[in-house]
C-alpha cells in the first residue's frame, strides 16, 4: 500500500481543510479578474499604468523609495544580493543554514553569480546578534528571513532585530530581508510593515504565502537600487513582456488578505494549543509567532499518515497531503493559517482533535 | 509639436490597425480562460497535468523528446547555450550580431553565464554556409534566428539551412534554434514544425508572436537535455510555482492561429507590394517570407510622422505607434501581420494605398 499517496488522497477527499486560503486552482484567476475592465491595457516590459502604479503602492507600504515587480522571490533575492556584492566588492554574504537561497534554488546564487554564502547560526535556531557580530570581515550583505520559514517560522525579539540592524549599519553591511511572510509577522511584532522595513537596506515580499494570489514578488529599496535590479531582471529574463497575469490577482488578494492577518495569527495560536494538547504532538514555535507553524509528530511517518487518513475520514478535516519524515519514530509538516480556518466551527474542531488525541494514544 | 507622441496618440486612436491580432489588454487573458473549469488544479513547480499535458503537445509538435515552458525566451535561449556550452566544454558560441541575445538582454548570456559570443556574418545579411565553415575550432554551439527578425525576418534557403546543419552535425557543433517566429516561416518553406526542428538539436518557441498568446516559451530537445533545463530554470527564478496564467493562453491562442500562418504570409506579401507601390518606401524582404517585414521610408522620421497622422486621421488606419530612425532622411518601422489585416476590404486598402503614395510625393 501507498501510503503517502493514500495520505494525499484522503487530504484532496476531505471537505474541510484547516490550512490556507483553499486549492491552487484556476479560479483564484478568474476572481481575481471578474472586476477588471477587458480593455485595460497590458503592461509592457516593466512600464505602464498597471505595473508602475501597484510597484508604487509597495514602496509606500514597505516605505521605500521604489519597488520592483519580479515574477519570483528566487530571481528578486539573488539579483539583491548581487547588487550588494558589486557594490561593496565582495563575493561574500551571509544567510542562515536554511535560507531559501541554500536549499530551493539548485544553488542559482553560486551558479549564475558566484557568490559565496556564509551560513551563520544553526539549522535549528535563529540567526542571533551574536552571530552576527563573529560573521567576520568581507561580508557585502546579511540576509534575514522573517519568519525563518524552515524552523516553523520563529522571529526574533524585535529589539534584537534594531540592534543586528544597528550593528550592520555601523559595519557598512546591507542588510535584505526576505520577507515572503512579511504581512504575516506584523501583529506579533506590533509595527507596520515600513517600521520593520526601516531595518533593512533592501526587501522582498511575496505575493502567493499570506496574499494567496498566483505567484510573483516586490524588491524593494532605494531608487538606485531598483533601477539596477531591473537590469539583472532583463538579465535573468523576467522582464516578461507582460506580468499582469500575475500583478492583478497579487493586488486582488493583497487588498483582500492584508487586515486578516491578525486573525490568522490568532488562529494559529489557537490551533497550536489543540495541537499541543494532543498526546505525541508538539508545535514549532510552541506558541506561533505569526500564521505559520510547525506540527511534530513522535511517531513513525507511516504510524502518523494512518491515523491522519483515519482521522480525515471520520471528521471530514484534511491536514496535510504530506508528512516529512524527520526520523525513524518522528515526522512532521508544515502549517500555514488562512481564510479556511475561520469557517470551521470551533465545537466540531475540538471534537476531531479529542479524536486525534485518541487515535494518537492507541498508537 | 512632441511628434513621438502625437504619432502613438494618432495610431491608438484610428479605429482601424494593419497588424497585429489586436491591443495587448486583459481581454487577451480573460478569452483564453472564458472557457476553462474553475477547478482545474493549477501546475505546481513545473508538475501536473496542465503543464505536462501542453509540454507533451509541443514536443510532440516540434518532433523532440520533451519540452520544458519556461517564461520567457530569454531565459530559455541562455540556458539552451549554457547546457551545449557546458557538455562541449567551451564558453563559445556563435550567433548573429542582431540576435536577442546580444542586443535585448542586457548581456545576461555573458554577465550570468559567462560565455562568449562570435558573432556571425554582418549587420545586414543573414549567416551562411560559409560563414560557419570559418567560424574557427571551439564553438560549442551555433544559434540561428528563423526568421532573422531584425533584417525584416529574412530566411535563408532551405538547402543551405540543411547544409549548415549536416556541416554543424559534422563537426559536433551543437544547433540551436530560436524559433520565436517558426510557426510564421512554415508556410514559405513548406515544411512541418518537426521537419524543420529535425536539423537542431536544440529549440525555443515563444507564444506571444505570431501565435499572440500573453507571454512564454517552450525550450525542446532531448529528455536529458531538458532535463537539465530545468536545474536552470529554478536557479534563474523561472521555475515559478504556478506558470498557468501564461500556459492556458498559449495554448488557447496556439490552437486558434497555428493553422493560419499561410493566411498571415499571403497577407504579408500582399501588403508589401502595396508598401512597394509608393514613392519614397521600399520593405526588407521585398517579398516577404512570413508574416513579417520592415518598412523603410527614405524620408527622415519628422517628415514621415507628419505623413503618417495625417494619412491615419484621413483613412482611420494606424500603421505604428513609432518610428525608428535609420538616418537623417530615412527610418524605418516593423510589421507583423495577424488577425486584423483579414479584416480590412481590400478596396479600402487600395485606396488608402493612394493617398499614402500622394502624401509621400508631395513631401
Not at 485595460?40 to 516590459?45: I, L, P, W
Not at 532583463?234 to 492583478?248: A, M, V, W
Request: proline fraction near 4%.
Amino acid at each position: 500500500m501507498d501510503n503517502s499517496k493514500s495520505l494525499s488522497e484522503a487530504f484532496n477527499a476531505a471537505p474541510v481543510q484547516l490550512a490556507g486560503h483553499g486549492k491552487r486552482e484556476v479560479r483564484v484567476l478568474k476572481e481575481a479578474f471578474a472586476g477588471v475592465e477587458e480593455h485595460m491595457a497590458s503592461d509592457m516590459y516593466g512600464t505602464g499604468e498597471l505595473i508602475e502604479e501597484f510597484q508604487a503602492e509597495m514602496a509606500e507600504v514597505l516605505g521605500k523609495e521604489a519597488a520592483v515587480f519580479f515574477p519570483s522571490g528566487t530571481m528578486a533575492q539573488q539579483i539583491a544580493l548581487r547588487i550588494w556584492s558589486d557594490r561593496k566588492g565582495s563575493k561574500r554574504v551571509a544567510y542562515h543554514p536554511l535560507c531559501h537561497l541554500e536549499i530551493h534554488e539548485q544553488d542559482g546564487l553560486k551558479e549564475l553569480h558566484h557568490l559565496q554564502p556564509l551560513l551563520l547560526a544553526g539549522k535549528d535556531r535563529l540567526i542571533t546578534l551574536e552571530d552576527v557580530k563573529n560573521m567576520g570581515a568581507g561580508i557585502a550583505c546579511l540576509l534575514l528571513e522573517l519568519p525563518q520559514r524552515e524552523i516553523g517560522g520563529q522571529l526574533p525579539d524585535y529589539a534584537e532585530l534594531e540592534a543586528i540592524s544597528a550593528y550592520c549599519r555601523e559595519q557598512g553591511i546591507m542588510l535584505h530581508l526576505d520577507g515572503a511572510r512579511l504581512f504575516e509577522v506584523l501583529p506579533y511584532y506590533g509595527k507596520t510593515a515600513a517600521e520593520v522595513c526601516s531595518l533593512f537596506d533592501s526587501v522582498y515580499i511575496s505575493f502567493y504565502k499570506g496574499i494567496g494570489g498566483i505567484a510573483g514578488a516586490v524588491l524593494a529599496g532605494s531608487g538606485d537600487f531598483t533601477g539596477e535590479s531591473k537590469i539583472w531582471k532583463r538579465r535573468h529574463g523576467g522582464d516578461l513582456i507582460s506580468l499582469y497575469p500575475y500583478i492583478i490577482p497579487a493586488r486582488h488578494y493583497y487588498r483582500q488578505r492584508v487586515d486578516k492577518m491578525g486573525q490568522y495569527y490568532a488562529g494559529a495560536k489557537e490551533l497550536a494549543a489543540l495541537f499541543n494538547g494532543c498526546h505525541n504532538i508538539s508545535t514549532l514555535p510552541e506558541v506561533p509567532v505569526s500564521n505559520m507553524f510547525h506540527v511534530h509528530f513522535a511517531l513513525s511517518r507511516e504510524q502518523v499518515e494512518r491515523i491522519l487518513i483515519t482521522f480525515s475520514e471520520e471528521t471530514g478535516i484534511g491536514f496535510t497531503p504530506r508528512l516529512k519524515e524527520t526520523g525513524e519514530f518522528s515526522c512532521s509538516y508544515e502549517l500555514n493559517i488562512g481564510d479556511l480556518y475561520g469557517g470551521i466551527p470551533k465545537a466540531e474542531l475540538e471534537a476531531a482533535f479529542g479524536l486525534l488525541d485518541r487515535l494518537l494514544r492507541e498508537a
